[in-house]
């Protein structure tokens, strides 16, 4: 029986649950993609007393469509595109070149607005749990899977309270595990899984990471 979320809060919690098997253990990390995924890492992090950071990715919305992920980029120029969504709508090259310089403008804002001069965690030879507020196309996380593979982590687990069962299925072929709670057949957007999905806003994720 699917069930929505309170909020992240309560999603984190329960999230944080399924992965007590990583509680106080010196070799884990928690990451979170921002915004949404940080209040629900931060529940994670704190049960399973283990540091907290951040991995920033951008989606690359379709021009008039930005829910639609056509891909995603990261730092280090990492781009990820959904070929299939730009074929079936034909969206052309300088199109998308358009959306990648916005959404570069607007990584290295929050990497300036969310670090500061605080150099990311090093993730190298460590258990990394990636975390969401839940996973529509994929695109996002593949691409913070992909700058996370170049600082060779040890092992790379994906967490989310809701994602589709083909998408499990999927990460469970790209990483070391796949936790989530929630993996319905068919899935619409990630807000309907929630009662309360208010956008996070910058100052939360400072606080937060704070």
Not at 64 to 81: S, Y
Not at 141 to 158: D, S
Not at 164 to 182: A, G, M, P
Request: charged content about 20%.
């Amino acid at each position: 029986m699917s069930q929505k979320f309170l909020n992240r809060i309560q999603a984190g919690q329960m999230l944080a649950q399924k992965l007590q098997a990583y509680k106080n253990h010196e070799d884990v990390l928690v990451l979170a993609l921002p915004r949404g995924g940080v209040p629900v890492a931060f529940e994670v992090a704190t049960y399973l007393n283990a540091p907290l950071d951040i991995c920033i990715v951008r989606k690359l919305g379709v021009p008039g469509h930005k829910e639609l992920a056509m891909g995603a980029i990261a730092a280090e120029n990492i781009i990820v595109l959904n070929q299939d969504i730009i074929d079936s709508l034909g969206i052309a090259q300088e199109q998308i070149g358009q959306v990648i310089n916005q959404e570069l403008q607007e990584l290295r804002r929050r990497d300036q607005v969310y670090r500061g001069h605080k150099p990311p965690i090093n993730v190298h030879n460590k258990i990394v749990i990636l975390i969401d507020d839940g996973i529509a196309t994929g695109a996002t996380i593949r691409a913070a899977i992909a700058i996370l593979r170049q600082q060779q982590p040890r092992k790379i687990i994906v967490a989310v309270p809701i994602a589709s069962l083909s998408i499990c299925k999927e990460f469970r072929l790209e990483v070391d595990d796949v936790v989530c709670l929630q993996s319905p057949e068919f899935m619409s957007a990630i807000g309907w899984w929630y009662e309360d999905f208010t956008q996070t806003t910058d100052q939360e994720v400072r606080a937060l990471l704070a």
